[in-house]
């Protein structure tokens, strides 16, 4: 291969590695906007380095062997009854075994610290907002204020974010990519996340679960803003027409695709429980059964007739 071909050769691959690597400006996850997200960000930075500690070094031996040891290059040590290197032995027992190591101890780590269901402790009183999966839009609760907002979410900056979560039907999975922390939503049960943001900003937020039909249509706007400005939007959404009765939420339930945000300025008592409890008559049932059980049969229960 001569000097030109080379040459062109190789521009053709940082060429091309240029247009894989083009749309990493539009990943989210390396643009994170509060804690959580960051340290997210930090864990999928540090375990692409660590594994490229491997990959890199393969790669660049591939190109490098095929060079070398070409049948044109003459200079090349011939060995052909070569068959053992300790050194080489001990490096690919050691650098696997070294990263598996510092990956186990990140992952160990943010597992603790990184709990969705540990609150964020900064000091302030956290915004608590309950969120409702629907089919195919979400229905944020703002049980302090009063108020509820469909397919938009509004709160303040540096102050934290405690999310209760439930579904009205089918899983989804509740995910703003800025701030961090995927996680589910499902009928009958109770999931938390603490977030926070760091700095004003229009983050998007989405399901990533398929359910159905609007799945891919099923976002939200996620708007961080001035502890001021959250107080005049609360304003602003409690000067709303919209009231959210058990009748109305009936209505919001019946699967629909594209809903535009909607403002309620006031919220049936104890809405989120309601749809938590609705779908956990299951529990009582399965006691219920499990007492008929031991009832029915006084050998295998012991005589008991009771829990």
């Known amino acids: 291969m001569g000097k030109k071909t080379r040459a062109a050769f190789y521009g053709l691959l940082l060429m091309l590695f240029g247009v894989c690597l083009g749309g990493c400006s539009d990943l989210v996850l390396f643009h994170a906007r509060g804690p959580v997200g960051s340290y997210e960000r930090f864990l999928i930075i540090m375990a692409i380095g660590l594994m490229l500690i491997v990959v890199l ?18 200079k090349a040590a011939y060995t052909p009854k070569w068959s053992y290197s300790g050194k080489i032995d001990l490096a690919i027992w050691l650098v696997p075994l070294a990263i598996v190591v510092a990956l186990s ?6 597992t603790f610290k990184m709990d969705p269901y540990k ?14 999966s629907l089919d195919w839009k979400w ?10 907002v469909v ?10 974010l405690s999310f209760r979560l439930t579904s009205e039907t089918v899983m989804t999975s509740f995910f703003i990519p800025q701030l961090g922390s995927q996680i589910y939503a499902m009928a009958g049960m109770q999931t938390r996340l603490h977030l926070m943001a760091d700095r004003p900003g229009v983050y998007a937020g989405q399901n990533q679960e398929f ?11 996620a708007v961080a803003v001035s502890p001021e400005q959250f107080r005049a939007w609360v304003e602003k959404v409690k000067r709303s027409p919209e009231k959210l009765d058990l009748v109305r939420y009936g209505v919001l339930t019946k699967p629909t695709m594209g809903d535009p945000v909607i403002y309620f300025s006031s919220v049936h008592p104890g809405l989120f429980e309601h749809v938590l409890k609705r779908y956990m008559g299951w529990m009582g049932k399965k006691r219920g059964m499990g007492r008929m059980n ?14």
Do not use: C
Request: hydrophobic share 40%; glycine share 10%; no cysteine.
């Open 57 to 74: 070094p393969a790669i660049v031996l591939a190109f490098w062997f095929a060079r070398k040891y070409r049948a044109s290059n003459t």
């Open 105 to 110: 101890y990140l992952t160990w780590t943010g």
């Open 119 to 132: 609150p964020i402790e900064t000091g302030i009183k956290p915004v608590r907002i309950d969120v409702i």
């Open 139 to 148: 229905l944020f609760i703002y049980p302090d204020q009063g108020i509820a």
């Open 151 to 160: 397919n938009e979410v509004v709160f303040p900056t540096k102050v934290p």
């Open 211 to 221: 359910s159905g039909p609007g799945y891919a249509d099923m976002h939200f706007k």
């Open 294 to 307: 031991k009832g029915s049969d006084p050998v295998k229960s012991g005589g008991a007739e009771g829990d």
